[in-house]
């Protein structure tokens, strides 16, 4: 993934280079989880609900928060853009599945019945170029990959989408959205190929704000002769094939889709000509989904998204993540070296819509934050913070946080609040540390966050962190011993040696605790 001396590296990808090398083993997990494996499913009491905080959010298209009404309550619709998948899943893509999470759980506690669908591009020519690359079928490398994403996605603690449509699966609604832009006299024909006339669909950069001449930079497509378009700004609807190489018969002759026409076909087939929410990276704003926009409604004469929601970019040491600069990471990258809910608070902490300056210090800060909402769960058990009364002042303050545009920089500072209070009770109120230790843990489900015991977070599971608990314990035993002999220089080894494999001890009257600390 990344070059060895290629452009400036900065601290963390030097960093994580060092850890990944001490550390080894990968995190990540086989099991594509789903909903009901994560947090709590009792709603939130009235004092917490949206109806006192309606629930506003962001639209590119306006450029300003507006209340969330749905088209046809409780029902939503959400559709995302996915990943092409010729290869694994890096930290952009982990912050757009984060982020998206994250609205999906709090329109469902909200009572809205979400649709959540999120496509997966299976054909495009850099699928065919990797899979000529390694010797290997299309659907051999596409599968691959789409199993390899569920895997980081659920690694994440990421609730999967109610519907994942392949494009390969969707040919016929291309072609059919094709042929009616013909007819309507949106689209030509040319050389094999068809093409969307952009100068027919007034209102063409409305989602962008861009001019004709910004629009320049997004008009060349991907493996597309530009000679043979009218206008240098249309798109490509199909691309016509000559010659051998992969391609689906169609009502224009042999080829493979644009880019653009999978989404419009894939989300209207899945949620109408018309649907709640469109999201994806800010990158993606244009030309992709201001091509989207023109073609779908061109086609219905509806409008096609009535919410836009974009991400924001991800910088690392200061710099834009790319692989020219050698500061790019897949999501298994990093789980060989940090622990996955870790990657899921740093991501969290940022509203969706900033740039996130990613570096190692977020990731160690992150881990010690996340700590001390760990340490405010101990001595609970899980069925008590379940039946738990909750305090309905921070519910309803952690609401209005999130009805406001998901601000989850705001939504965390109510869940350290709980904890602070779950800590400073635990001796004199029990029962009150209780209630605010179960705000804390119920709370925290909508962000994805606290998925696990107390125990587990701070030990780890030992494959993934380079040295097993059984290994600990025993040499924790053997310091006991060595402390019983007097052996004191032999105990204080053995805290070092541990101290060295991010292993803390923790020494009380009642005996020794241990926990792992971040790398």
């Known amino acids: 993934m990344r070059g060895s001396g290629v452009g400036y590296r900065g601290h963390f990808a030097q960093s994580f280079d060092r850890h990944a090398r001490a550390q080894g083993k990968s995190q990540v997990k086989s099991k594509w ?97 990797r899979a000529v690359e390694n010797g290997e079928s299309i659907q051999n490398l596409t599968e691959r990959f789409i199993e390899a994403m569920h895997e980081d996605a659920a690694s994440l603690y ?33 050389a094999g ?54 391609s689906w018969e169609s009502p224009f002759g042999a080829g493979r889709p644009g880019w653009h026409i999978e989404c419009s076909a894939m989300s209207t087939h899945c949620l109408g000509s018309s649907f709640d929410i469109h999201g994806g990276g800010h990158d993606l704003q244009f030309p992709h989904h201001e091509n989207e926009i023109a073609q779908s409604e061109a086609v219905s004469g509806e409008t096609y998204a009535h919410n836009w929601m974009h991400v924001g970019f991800v910088n690392v040491d200061g710099e834009k993540m790319s692989k020219s600069l050698g500061n790019f990471f897949t999501i298994r990258d990093l789980l060989e070296t940090y622990d996955a809910e870790v990657l899921r608070f740093a991501l969290v902490s940022s509203h969706y819509r900033s740039p996130i300056s990613f570096s190692e210090d977020l990731l160690a800060e992150s881990h010690s934050a996340l700590s001390r909402l760990y340490t405010a769960l101990k001595g609970f058990d899980a069925a008590e913070l379940i039946d738990a009364d909750l305090d309905g002042g921070l519910l309803s303050e952690f609401s209005a946080a999130m009805n406001d545009d998901l601000a989850t920089p705001q939504a965390l500072s109510v869940l350290f609040k709980a904890a602070k209070a779950a800590n400073q009770l635990a001796t ?89 600390e971040a790398p």
Not at 228 to 245: A, C, T
Not at 447 to 453: A, E, F, I, K, V
């Open 33 to 129: 989880r789903s909903a009901a494996d994560f947090g709590y499913h009792r709603p939130m009491n009235q004092s917490g609900n949206r109806m006192n905080h309606p629930l506003r959010l962001y639209d590119t298209m306006t450029r300003q928060k507006r209340d969330f009404v749905p088209l046809a309550a409780p029902k939503v619709g959400l559709y995302v853009c996915g990943m092409t998948v010729y290869d694994y899943c890096h930290l952009g893509h982990a912050r757009v599945m984060i982020a998206f999470d994250v609205l999906y759980r709090w329109l469902k506690q909200a009572g809205f019945e979400v649709s959540y669908v999120r496509n997966i591009t299976d054909v495009d020519d850099k699928i065919i170029k």
């Open 158 to 190: 990421c609730q999967s989408p109610t519907a994942e449509p392949k494009a390969t699966e969707h040919m016929t609604q291309m072609h059919q959205m094709i042929e009616q832009l013909l007819e309507q006299g949106f689209a030509y024909e040319s």
């Open 193 to 246: 190929d068809v093409y969307f006339a952009v100068d027919k669909f007034e209102g063409y950069g409305k989602l962008s704000g861009r001019s004709l001449d910004d629009m320049l930079a997004g008009a060349s497509d991907r493996g597309v002769d530009s000679s043979r378009k009218l206008n240098p700004f249309d798109f490509v609807l199909w691309k016509g094939v000559s010659d051998n190489s992969t």
């Open 428 to 516: 004199s109120d029990p029962e009150a540390a209780l209630k605010q230790a179960a705000t804390l843990k119920y709370l925290a489900s909508f962000l994805g966050l606290l998925n696990r015991d107390t125990e587990t977070f701070f030990k780890g599971s030992g494959d993934d962190q380079g040295m097993s608990s059984e290994a600990v314990e025993k040499l924790i035993e053997e310091r006991a011993v060595a402390k019983r002999d007097k052996n004191f220089a032999r105990a204080d080894e053995i805290r070092q040696e541990l101290l060295e494999r991010q292993v803390v001890l923790e020494d009380s009257a009642s005996g020794t605790t241990w926990r792992r």
